[in-house]
């Protein structure tokens, strides 16, 4: 019989604890957001597919050598890197940049390999098709059409 | 008009059949409002929005849910026993739209008034255990003989507290009948609040909320470990049937509560209660009744078996019998 009150009595306490805590859950504002009408920034530190940088602000130019250590080092094999030399160009000029996303880890190696930062990650997250076509990204096209 | 109402005054198994159709019309209706604000509730306590694609505020969600469940096929597993299979649905589903018939909606607004009314409640109120027993049994399923095993004992331990609530206030009205029982609180004396009788509410709540196999005391359907119980079997309107009598069981376990601690279709601070008047009191105390339940589901976790019985069998039954006596002394004192 002992503590037979005193665990009525804490039990109910905090039963009405309990209450309370849901009721404030119930005025506080709802956290998720409603996707295809809402979205939220993403983090700057996301880690999407690679993409080439831009030379600046205003120029579409890219920083690539077509030195190839990115498609070297890539553990997928999912880039294809192609240059030629041209007439009264210094260097060589970037012809294909061809990049298979369907097989590429994400591992980023290819972005810490690159001497000239001219490859980050992108922030698109929105990816979805019906062909495995679709993943196979041509980059130099996609940094034009930006 | 006044002929239809002549007519209707005139032919009461009319009158009757009028009835009992608008209250099936109310059994649907008031699953499928509680459904979608137990759902929006549900959401808001776990910080989402619910349902938002149909309509405003999803609000169209649950007819839609009930249009889908119509148009869904009834499938029986093979070693079922048919008859007994389909008929589960329909025994759990009938009763809730009798009760709903002796409900004293206002003074003048109800389907039958009995001098028992209480007592054919709480039997009719007794037949749901029966029906998920049936249901149970025929699924030849060990889910769901397990859940209606767990509703039988259940059964048990809950109806002796929610008996001996009830009868306290019975003690004090010295009727069985619900208009009386209400009438005997017209004005600002509501049952509940004399200390005694709110132990009662309590009590009866608590188990209350075991009668309406809702949690923390849904043993009978607990999802996390027997899928979905009783019901696991059934499809389409089969299982909506039982959805609804869900919904329905638990608007009489606060109807009742209102009825018999709140005042029925009287009014808070004496205000008018006349015929729709007193409709809209006795409706929003129970639905006010009725979103506790759900904020109560969405709190607690649900309860182990034995943890039911110990609350039951060591806590609701002596507080109840104890509170019985104490009212009968104060009867016989007053």
Redesign the interface.
């Given at each position: 019989m002992s503590g037979y009150f005193r665990d009525?009595y804490t039990g109910g306490k905090s039963?009405l604890i309990?209450?309370g805590?849901?009721?404030k859950?119930?005025i506080?504002?709802?956290?998720?957001v409603?996707y295809p009408r809402e979205k939220i920034d993403v983090t700057p530190n996301i880690r999407g597919h690679i993409e080439l940088v831009r030379f600046d602000e205003n120029d579409s130019r890219h920083n690539c050598l077509v030195c190839g250590m990115c498609a070297k080092n890539c553990p997928c094999g999912c880039l294809t890197v192609e240059g030629e030399k041209r007439e009264g160009v210094k260097g060589k000029v970037l012809t294909v940049f061809d990049y298979d996303f369907t097989k590429c880890s994400l591992c980023g190696i290819c972005v810490e390999s690159c001497s000239r930062t001219a490859l980050t990650f992108s922030s698109e997250y929105e990816l979805a098709g019906f062909s495995r076509q679709e993943f196979h990204f041509d980059l130099i096209k996609r940094l034009e059409g930006k | 008009m006044q002929q239809i109402i002549d007519l209707i005054q005139t032919y009461s198994l009319l009158r009757m059949l009028i009835a009992f159709l608008v209250l099936i019309g109310i059994v649907f209706l008031n699953a499928i409002v509680m459904g979608y604000l137990e759902r929006k509730i549900a959401a808001r306590i776990q910080r989402r929005w619910g349902p938002m694609e149909i309509g405003v505020q999803g609000w169209l969600q649950m007819i839609l849910d009930g249009v889908k469940m119509l148009a869904k096929q009834l499938i029986v597993p093979r070693d079922a026993d048919r008859f007994l299979f389909r008929l589960a649905p329909l025994l759990c589903f009938t009763p809730v739209v009798m009760i709903f018939a002796a409900l004293p909606f206002s003074k003048a607004l109800y389907g039958i008034n009995l001098h028992i009314g209480l007592i054919y409640i709480i039997a009719m109120a007794s037949i749901n255990v029966f029906a998920i027993l049936i249901a149970g049994w025929s699924s030849n399923n060990k889910y769901s003989m397990f859940g209606a095993m767990r509703s039988v004992a259940q059964n048990i331990a809950y109806e002796i507290p929610i008996l001996l609530s009830l009868l306290s206030v019975v003690l004090t009205t010295a009727s069985f009948d619900l208009q009386k029982i209400v009438e005997a609180q017209s004005g600002w004396l509501w049952f509940a609040v004399y200390p005694n009788l709110f132990v009662a509410f309590v009590i009866y709540l608590i188990a209350g909320c075991a009668e309406t196999n809702r949690a923390p005391f849904d043993l009978p359907e607990a999802e996390s470990e027997l899928t979905a119980g009783f019901h696991t079997e059934y499809s389409g309107f089969g299982f909506g049937l039982f959805a609804v009598a869900e919904y329905g069981n638990l608007f009489i376990m606060a109807s009742i509560a209102s009825i018999m601690f709140l005042g029925g279709w009287n009014g808070p601070f004496g205000l008018a209660s006349g015929p729709l008047m007193g409709a809209f009191w006795f409706l929003s105390k129970v639905f006010v009744l009725m979103l506790v339940m759900i904020w109560v589901r969405w709190t607690y976790p649900r309860v182990r078996f034995d943890q039911l019985m110990n609350l039951a069998w060591k806590y609701l039954i002596p507080f109840s019998l104890v509170n019985l006596l104490i009212t009968a002394f104060l009867v016989k004192m007053i």
């Open positions: 009525i039963l309990g209450l805590v849901t009721f859950a119930i506080k504002p709802v956290v998720t409603q | -």
